[in-house]
């Protein structure tokens, strides 16, 4: 009986840890970030259909990549990092940027673990409508006001704010 409530209270405990993720903040494993961008993700689509019903993302799915955020046309993924296993180059230039780690690492989970998640999904939304421009700096223009405007309307302006 006594190892049954250690287990109920280790599963509990363990729910709790994974739930006090935020978006704009480092997340703290793979598993919880994967799961807040699928839900997310659905969302995003949820709100491009309001606009127009023909345009399906086709289900983007989000990957765990070190070297992420970024958007990948050829397996339709959303690929997101996290600071614990983030290559030491982008944890230093965090950390350079902001003139300590403390500084680096809430700047990357506002950029990486907030902000660029629907900015990726931009992506994913102009190849979905087949409106891509001819350049990479109005794509990338595009997909910011796309992330934006997306969490504008989450009501996320004190993220943003600190974001610029
Ligand atoms: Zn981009």
């Given at each position: 009986m006594k190892?049954?409530?250690?287990?109920?209270?280790?599963?509990?405990?363990?729910?709790?840890t994974f739930a006090q993720n935020e978006w704009f903040e480092v997340y703290g494993d793979t598993l919880s970030l994967n799961n807040a961008s699928e839900e997310l993700t659905k969302d995003f689509q949820k709100q491009i259909s309001k606009i127009d019903t023909t345009i399906?993302?086709?289900?983007?799915?989000?990957?765990?990549n070190p070297m992420g955020p970024f958007f990948n046309s050829k397996n339709n993924t959303i690929n997101l990092p996290i600071w614990d296993?983030?290559?030491e180059m982008f944890q230093g230039f965090c950390t350079v940027v902001m003139?300590?780690?403390?500084?680096g690492k809430e700047l990357f989970g506002l950029f990486f673990n907030g902000f660029y998640v629907?900015?990726?999904?931009?992506?994913?939304?102009?190849?979905?409508?087949?409106?891509?421009?001819?350049n990479e700096y109005d794509n990338e223009y595009n997909a910011n006001i796309i992330g934006l405007l997306y969490w504008k309307n989450k009501g996320k302006k004190a993220e943003l704010e600190k974001c610029y």
């Open positions: 190892t049954l409530l250690t287990i109920i209270a280790l599963i509990f405990s363990y729910n709790i399906s993302l086709n289900r983007p799915k989000t990957l765990f296993l983030a290559p003139g300590s780690e403390d500084e629907p900015h990726e999904l931009g992506h994913a939304l102009q190849f979905a409508a087949d409106k891509r421009f001819d």
